[in-house]
């Protein structure tokens, strides 16, 4: 049972790691590039299969300290269910994470706006507000290992799209 979930997870890593390559670029001084990716399925996350549809812009900013700053200007996101597709949901995702390196390989994350957070354990929510969690860097997607914390709304994007 833990090495299926392990590989669920890392399903949804790398298909979300392929998401974020082609919705992030690493080039400080050029403006966000743009965004126009669908990602099929998406596993692991919610209770059933996932497809995310992006367009819109993003960029990554490295900044001192080790630290790495990804903000969205313009980003929406279209999630489906893909066991009921009628059940599909749009946000306007143009936030910012501010992602510091821990001791231990992982993410310190700062969510700032309106973001889509989501891990194994924490299922996919909407961030309106401030909000800080753990996260693992899986080759360019953070997944979420503990609940966000802080200031704002958290929505369940799981239960709207069951």
Known sequence: MVLRRRLWVLLAAA????????????VSAAPPEP??????????????PL????????????????RTLSTSPGLRVTLTNL????NQVTYVITGSFLLTELDDGNQ????????IVFGPDVGMVLTIGRFTFVGFDADG??????????????????????
């Open 108 to 115: 310190f994350v700062v969510a700032r706006g309106r973001n």
């Open 15 to 26: 298909t979300m790691a392929a998401l974020m390559l082609v919705a992030a670029r690493d």
């Open 141 to 162: 997607t953070i997944l979420a290992l503990t609940q966000p914390e802080g200031n704002g709304r958290l929505i369940d994007v799981c239960a709207r799209l069951a």
């Open 35 to 48: 965004v126009d990716a669908t990602i099929e399925p998406i596993e692991g996350i919610c209770d059933f």
């Open 51 to 66: 497809r995310a549809e992006l367009s819109g812009k993003s960029k990554l900013k490295e900044l001192p300290g080790g």
């Open 83 to 86: 066991e009921e597709p009628t």
